[in-house]
């Protein structure tokens, strides 16, 4: 963190932009979108690439699971908890062959916490990738 109550986690993907992992306001986190890279890695979970880097084949489950996983280093990093989460928005490539599997494996993280949610199909993320979720939390 930084003075302008900005995050940075050492344990999340490196951004692919010019923003934080995370931003406090207040008792508030914004994290920024986040997907299922690892990092200091070019590797993606879940997702074969051509030499082009064009995709393959990419295994929608395994990317849920990094990309929730990215979300809970950021929170802990940032002093919150995966409870504290109020709001999700997730940004999927294929609704129509994903939502089902992001659903099933979403349930599994929360069981009996819920946030809201916001679910919506986009053309592209910025990388290789299927899914990209945005999340508030607060801070106690």
Known sequence: MNGQNIFISQRAPEPVGP???????????????????????????????DANGNILSYDFETQCHSVLKNIRYILEDAGSRWENIIDVTAFLIDIKKDFATFNRVYAEYFKTHLPTRTTVEVTALPTPIAIELKVIATID
């Open 19 to 49: 923003y934080p992992h995370a931003r406090r306001v207040g008792n508030l986190l914004f994290v920024s979108g986040i997907g299922p890279r690892e990092r200091g890695s070019k590797k993606i979970p879940g997702v074969e690439l």
